[in-house]
Nanobody, 120 residues
Framework: VQLQASGGGLVQAGGSLRLSCAASGLTFTVRSYDMGWFRQTPGKEREFVTA????????SSADSVKGRFIISRDDAKNTVYLQMNNLKPEDTAIYYCASRGPPVWKYENWGQGTQVTVSS
């Protein structure tokens, strides 16, 4: 299974971006797993941003992005999205998506991330 994040870029503060997380693999479906977005900046540990439960009805987010970032899922496209609004320079990071499910129940299948740079 590979999860490929895309959609990053350079944006001015206050702008928006939408990231996509596409899953490959014949048997992997995003609706069967909790799907999460994480981010990392140089010299810092990867941090949780937001996640959507596999039931699709429950999401959770870090306090730093609440009210600005929205996670969603398109089962038909087997893709998870991260809509980022009112971006701030401190949102600059490499963004990764990952999945969590049985039996391990730890986020895994980290793919290559996508760089988001917010200029002030």
């Amino acid at each position: 299974v590979q999860l490929q994040a895309s959609g990053g870029g350079l944006v001015q503060a206050g702008g928006s971006l939408r990231l996509s997380c596409a899953a490959s693999g014949l048997t992997f479906t995003v609706r069967s797993y909790d799907m999460g977005w994480f981010r990392q900046t140089p010299g810092k540990e990867r941090e949780f941003v937001t996640a959507i439960r596999r039931n699709g009805d429950s999401t959770s987010s870090a306090d730093s992005v609440k009210g600005r970032f929205i996670i969603s899922r398109d089962d038909a496209k087997n893709t998870v999205y991260l809509q980022m609004n009112n971006l701030k320079p401190e949102d600059t990071a490499i963004y990764y998506c990952a999945s969590r499910g049985p039996p391990v129940w730890k986020y895994e299948n980290w793919g290559q991330g996508t760089q988001v740079t917010v200029s002030s």
